[in-house]
């Protein structure tokens, strides 16, 4: 995965035939967005303890840059690095996460160009692919960054700032660039849940159908229903009517999905349907956030791709 797949002009249409995929659709983890958030049905599965803080195989030790592999799990491309003081996180309560992303000179970058109303996107989640947080960070003059996190459970979490520089070489590219973090106490794994095409998130059930193969743009539609009637008063949340983040079992690769609707009033739905490009084949863990009423709702998708 290079970086977020944002728009559809940068991906093929596919012709195929889409069929319904096996997906497990699972809520876990809560999400805090600048005071916009629902729970996640399902946050606190029976869990076993881990050995090791670095879960589902991940190397990587807290605070430690990884090899570039251009799926956001490199802490410098291109010569811009996020940079940050922070290795270790308590437990069990909130706390702020600062950072900083250096150019190409070594100096903080201060202007960012908006990318779906915000001018930095920010991702956590676990290494066993639960507690997924999506939050809008603030930037002061000097260019530090800071995410107000929600509480975090025990365990290493990798944390993403998802940007596109306004000015400088990297003008108009889109960067997604991670590093870890170390939460203190016993970690408790939880394993993905069996595949299933559909789910219930917050009353709303919600079916996937795609055909999906690494490497390969194709076309994936979640259909949004409420008790057994089609949803068509979905509102509009970061300029689209839903927003879909993905992760990689095991090596937490990163991927960035949109609706092709573009949003228009609060009458969106059932269909949402995206353009979907998955580098690597294997589970991925889906996290699809939609509005309704002005609460945002958050549904977690296993999905496999051949």
Known sequence: MSKRSRTPRRLLMAAATTSVLTLALAACGSSTDSGHSSAM???????????????????????????????????????????????????????????????????????????????????????????FQHLHPTMAKNGTWTAPLAALRPGTWRLYASFTPATGSGKGKDFVLSRTVKVSGM??????????????????????KGDLMAGMAHRLTATVTKNGKPVTDLQPYLDTYAHLTAFHQGDL?????????????????????????FAQSGNW???LQFQTGGKLHTAALTLHVN
């Open 41 to 131: 049905p399902g946050m606190d599965h029976s869990s076993t303890p881990s050995p090791s803080a670095s879960d589902d195989g991940m190397a990587s030790m807290p605070g430690m840059d990884t090899a570039s592999t251009g799926n956001g799990l490199a802490a410098a491309q291109d010569g811009y690095r996020m940079t940050s003081p922070t290795a270790d996180v308590p437990a069990d309560r909130s706390a702020d996460y600062r950072f900083t992303v250096t150019g190409p000179a070594g100096k903080p970058v201060t202007d960012f160009t908006v990318d779906q109303t915000k001018r930095m996107h920010f991702y956590a989640i676990r290494t066993d692919l639960t507690g």
């Open 187 to 208: 970690p408790m794994t939880t394993s993905l849940p069996k595949a299933s095409g559909t789910t219930t998130v917050d009353g709303y059930t919600i079916a996937v």
């Open 253 to 277: 690769a990163f991927a960035h999905l949109h609706p092709e609707t573009k949003a228009d009033g609060d009458h969106g739905g059932p269909a949402l349907t995206f353009h979907a490009e």
């Open 285 to 287: 863990r889906l996290f």
